[in-house]
């Protein structure tokens, strides 16, 4: 507010208005425009499509026809989705808990031990080949690895056979017993490089005057990392989890490439199972079911994994503040 005082005595007042750029905030959907309609094309679009398939009985071609929830009701009922569902959760547990555990552990090393000792350089070059099989295609690394566990002249056959353990020789993808656990540990060798990098980055934001002021009150490396390194980073930790679960619920190529889900169904997962039923048995419903379940499921994950990270993140401002 001005106070001016006119001539006679009189007090006038009045308003300043400050001064703001003006800022068209229209202009800011015009950003977001391709994005959402790419969205709605290739997600939304999609989703609600292969939902509307999924209350109808369709072999694919000709005019589906409306069955509402049988195929659900089918779905609940059937033993070979609830047995590919529990494939899944082997996959969780190669595809994002191991990874999850040995990404922390390689990135303190590489971190903490390798960039002081070795330089940051050395400690990069570390990080790259750990990354790598995330950047082969799944197709190439798939490959590769029906070579080396082939049952004949497979390259881990060989070298037990060279250091004299011939009897632990296997058929890895062609036996019920080990056909899952081989897919497992193909699957922790390419997630892996994904926890280390989430991790390294992570790392690099722990304020070291606190892990300075621990060492000064002698507390040891693992002390240090437990109580100052593991909180610091666990809104990481929450994205890894996320998103290394939500790949294992949806991996296919590994599937496809290594066993085709065989043998007998030993590794089927729903992805593929959805795949089979509706492309090789022309269930077009009844796959697009598996599908929207699978759907649902992921999405209510990745709900509970942002809201743990919010949280986390919640946390670590209201710690600073």
Excluded at 77 to 98: I, P, T
Excluded at 128 to 145: E, H, S, T
Aim: hydrophobic content about 50%; some cysteine.
């Amino acid at each position: 507010m001005t106070v001016t005082v006119e001539r006679g005595g009189r007090v006038t007042g009045k308003q300043d208005r400050a001064v703001r750029p003006h800022r068209p905030r229209e202009s800011y959907a015009l950003f977001l425009l391709p994005g959402a309609l790419a969205f709605l094309a290739v997600v939304v679009v999609p989703f609600l499509m292969n939902t509307g398939v999924s209350f109808t009985d369709w072999q694919g071609v000709g005019s589906p026809e409306w069955s509402g929830l049988a195929n659900y009701r089918e779905l609940m009922d059937d033993s070979a989705f609830w047995e590919s569902f529990r494939h899944s959760l082997f996959m969780v547990v190669a595809m994002a808990v191991v990874p999850t555990a040995i990404g922390l552990v390689l990135a303190a090393a590489l971190f903490d031990y390798v960039g002081r000792h070795f330089g940051t350089r050395t400690a990069a070059v570390l990080r790259a080949c750990f990354y790598l099989p995330q950047v082969l295609p799944i197709a190439v690394a798939g490959i590769v690895w029906s070579w080396i566990l082939a049952p004949d002249n497979g390259s881990l056959n060989e070298f037990l056979e060279a250091v004299g353990l011939g009897s632990w020789q296997r058929d890895w993808l062609g036996d019920p017993d080990f056909a899952l656990y081989s897919v497992m540990g193909v699957m922790v060798w390419v997630q892996i490089g994904f926890p280390l990098v989430v991790f390294m980055a992570g790392l690099q934001r722990v304020d070291p005057q606190l892990h300075e002021a621990a060492e000064l009150d002698g507390a040891g490396w693992w002390r240090r990392f437990r109580h100052i390194t593991l909180p610091q980073i666990r809104p990481e930790t929450y994205v890894v989890l996320t998103w290394c679960t939500i790949a294992a619920l949806k991996v296919f190529g590994a599937v496809y490439v290594l066993t085709k889900g065989g043998p007998g169904g030993a590794t089927n997962v729903p992805s593929y199972f959805s795949f089979t039923t509706f492309f090789e048995k022309t269930q077009a419903g009844y796959g697009a079911a598996i599908s929207t379940v699978l759907t649902v499921i992921i999405l209510v994950l990745s709900l509970i994994g942002l809201k743990l990270q919010t949280r986390a993140e919640d946390a670590e401002e209201g710690a600073r503040s």
